[in-house]
Nanobody, 124 residues
């Protein structure tokens, strides 16, 4: 079965950086997309960034463009999110997700599998 395990979250001061990782296993799809979403307390889950696994095309939320970079390592079946210039409003639980359809857009319903999430807290 598909499993996604996130890691790399933590507490960081505003302006700092973190790198999130997502280890994927049980993948049997020939093509798929992956993405990072986040959910802050009391708010809806929101799209952060997505990537098409085969081609490497990427997509970002406006709020993180220029600060976050999504990437993948095909050999390791790993997804990453490099987060720079972090702001207190980036505080949230970050989830990785996979879409067997190959989608890498912002609609959460396109993603069939989700990890448990990793907490990112940015202090001011």
């Amino acid at each position: 079965q598909v499993q996604l395990v996130e890691s790399g979250g933590g507490l960081v001061q505003a302006g700092g950086s973190l790198r999130l990782s997502c280890a994927a296993s049980g993948l049997t799809f020939s093509t798929y997309g992956m993405a990072w979403f986040r959910q802050a307390p009391g708010k809806a889950r929101e799209f952060v960034a997505g990537i098409n696994w085969n081609v490497g095309c990427t997509n970002y939320a406006e709020s993180v463009k220029g600060r976050f970079t999504i990437s993948r390592d095909n050999a390791k079946n790993a997804l990453y999110l490099q987060m720079n210039a972090l702001k207190p409003e980036d505080t949230a639980v970050y989830y990785c997700a996979i879409a067997p359809s190959g989608a890498w857009g912002p609609k959460a319903q396109q993603y069939d599998y989700w990890g448990q999430g990793t907490q990112v807290t940015v202090s001011s």
